[in-house]
């Protein structure tokens, strides 16, 4: 029989708890929604009023998968969708996570949780920037440290505050609160600091996707900052062979792993490694609901 638990007053069925979804670690279903209940406190108020994109793996990251925007069949109806105007599709919905119940039915799903950087109160008007540094080999994230602090003093040089995670496979993202902002203009700002970093950095930086171009080099991925695109939430783990975690690590961490000599593994962060982590630091990304964090995009 299925197991049937309550949360916050919700039934919620529980499937597969033994099945093995991180094959190299052995880690269960059972494992990856306990992970969710500890680490729900951190996660949510990243999800809260933002409509989430699924990328779904039920059978771990060698199985099936799939990208889905529209409610999963059998969505409860308890579970708040709200409306994501398409080109495609003007009547379409979203779900959005707003409490632990529906975060612990999505995990039940076993998805990786992507936002916009928009609210769903405002759509389209971005409260955060967002880099996705994504290495070409043989570049690994140590490249894109390098990468990272240039950008965190060129944005500060504007008055913005940068901040960084994991993107939990093989690069960093910087997140930046800005003053609500229509996307095409954050898109744009963005656009200019990548284009500004390949010309400071030619040997280091590439800001267009051609995969030809990016050998050894760190493409600064400006484009989830147009409103149709999403970035992995923070605290999300993803679909890879082990459990690891799109997760916020401090500058000096960034820093130390600068350096010609450091190994790319000091900032893979895994499951197991986010709650002694969250009580050491709490969310290194709260400064993200700050207001008075929040800069004006020039």
């Given at each position: 029989?299925?197991?049937?638990?309550?949360?916050?007053?919700?039934?919620?069925?529980?499937?597969?708890?033994?099945?093995?979804?991180?094959?190299?670690?052995?880690?269960?279903?059972?494992?990856?929604?306990?992970?969710?209940?500890?680490?729900?406190?951190?996660?949510?108020?990243?999800?809260?009023?933002?409509?989430?994109?699924?990328?779904?793996?039920?059978?771990?990251?060698?199985?099936?998968?799939?990208?889905?925007?529209?409610?999963?069949?059998?969505?409860?109806?308890?579970v708040r969708t709200t409306p994501v105007p398409r080109s495609e599709d003007p009547r379409a919905r979203q779900v959005v996570v707003e409490d632990l119940a529906s975060l612990m039915w999505a995990a039940n799903l076993v998805v990786e949780f992507h936002t916009p950087q928009w609210r769903a109160s405002s759509p389209?008007?971005?409260?955060?920037?967002?880099?996705?540094?994504?290495?070409?080999?043989?570049?690994?994230?140590?490249?894109?440290?390098?990468?990272?602090?240039?950008?965190?003093?060129?944005?500060?040089?504007?008055?913005?505050?940068?901040?960084?995670?994991?993107?939990?496979?093989?690069?960093?993202?910087?997140?930046?609160?800005?003053?609500?902002?229509?996307?095409?203009?954050?898109?744009?700002?963005?656009?200019?600091?990548?284009v500004e970093a390949e010309a400071a950095l030619p040997r280091l930086v590439v800001?267009?996707?051609?995969?030809?171009?990016?050998?050894?080099k760190v493409f600064v991925d400006h484009s989830q900052n147009a409103a149709a695109k999403t970035t992995a939430t923070p605290y999300t783990l993803r679909a890879r062979p082990r459990p690891m975690v799109s997760a916020p690590v401090t500058w000096e961490e960034v820093e130390e792993c600068s350096g010609a000599a450091s190994d790319p593994e000091s900032l893979v962060l895994l499951m197991d490694d986010i709650a002694p982590r969250l009580e050491r630091y709490g969310d290194l990304l709260a400064p993200l609901f700050a207001p008075e964090r929040a800069g004006g995009v020039p």
């Amino acid at each position: 029989m299925t197991p049937l638990t309550e949360v916050e007053g919700r039934r919620l069925a529980l499937s597969n708890l033994d099945k093995v979804l991180h094959p190299v670690t052995g880690t269960t279903k059972g494992e990856l929604l306990h992970y969710y209940a500890t680490v729900g406190p951190a996660i949510l108020p990243h999800l809260r009023d933002r409509p989430v994109s699924f990328l779904r793996y039920p059978d771990g990251p060698d199985g099936q998968l799939f990208f889905t925007k529209n409610p999963p069949p059998g969505t409860p109806s308890w579970v708040r969708t709200t409306p994501v105007p398409r080109s495609e599709d003007p009547r379409a919905r979203q779900v959005v996570v707003e409490d632990l119940a529906s975060l612990m039915w999505a995990a039940n799903l076993v998805v990786e949780f992507h936002t916009p950087q928009w609210r769903a109160s405002s759509p389209g008007v971005a409260d955060r920037l967002v880099f996705d540094l994504d290495p070409g080999p043989p570049a690994t994230v140590v490249e894109c440290c390098r990468v990272a602090l240039h950008l965190r003093e060129r944005l500060a040089a504007d008055g913005l505050d940068a901040f960084a995670k994991t993107s939990g496979s093989k690069g960093l993202h910087l997140l930046v609160p800005v003053v609500p902002t229509p996307s095409p203009l954050v898109s744009a700002y963005a656009r200019t600091l990548a284009v500004e970093a390949e010309a400071a950095l030619p040997r280091l930086v590439v800001h267009r996707m051609a995969r030809a171009l990016r050998p050894g080099k760190v493409f600064v991925d400006h484009s989830q900052n147009a409103a149709a695109k999403t970035t992995a939430t923070p605290y999300t783990l993803r679909a890879r062979p082990r459990p690891m975690v799109s997760a916020p690590v401090t500058w000096e961490e960034v820093e130390e792993c600068s350096g010609a000599a450091s190994d790319p593994e000091s900032l893979v962060l895994l499951m197991d490694d986010i709650a002694p982590r969250l009580e050491r630091y709490g969310d290194l990304l709260a400064p993200l609901f700050a207001p008075e964090r929040a800069g004006g995009v020039p």
